[in-house]
């Protein structure tokens, strides 16, 4: 017999797994070479395709793989945390760094989807005014306040 307690502690796994935090990255690799990482805490996430996270994903970075190092070092890379804002200004927030040992390699943008829509930024040259040069440029870091946020990443657009 179906008790009315197992009834109550089901209804309550369902609303809580319907309301789990997840973020996807998808890439949007036009460059024809490289490989796309994605890498948190020293480990790689993914290495070209979709990425969901069940959490937030937090100090997250990208970048397509033409010869850089193991952190994107010589290349344009994308750092990214995706979380669910708790209090306001404390949810997403993504930029793209060119702070050295980085430095531009290819073409490189991020948009956010499914929440901010529109959001995002590209750097097409070494001289992009839309990445960090040094670390006090955090005028171009891109935030988002919506839940469960999703993030395009595009190479040579």
Do not use: W
Not at 38 to 44: C, M, P, S
Not at 75 to 97: Q, R, Y
Not at 101 to 109: L, N
């Amino acid at each position: 017999m179906f008790s009315l307690f197992k009834l109550a502690a089901l209804v309550a796994t369902v609303a809580t797994l319907a309301a789990a935090e997840t973020h996807t990255v998808v890439f949007d690799n036009r460059c024809g070479t490289g490989t796309p990482l994605l890498k948190a805490n020293g480990v790689t996430l993914s290495t070209g395709g979709s990425y969901t996270s069940q959490g937030p994903l937090e100090a997250a970075i990208a970048y397509l793989d033409v010869g850089c190092g193991a952190n994107g070092e010589g290349c344009t890379t994308v750092e990214t945390t995706l979380v669910n804002p708790t209090l306001p200004g404390s949810g997403s927030s993504t930029d793209l760094t060119l702070i050295p040992p980085h430095e531009f390699s290819v073409t490189t943008g991020f948009g956010y989807f499914d929440g901010c829509d529109g959001q995002g930024a590209d750097c097409s040259s070494e001289s992009c005014t839309t990445a960090f040069h040094v670390p006090t440029d955090t005028g171009v870091q891109v935030a988002c306040q919506t839940d469960n946020v999703n993030l395009v990443i595009t190479f040579c657009d």
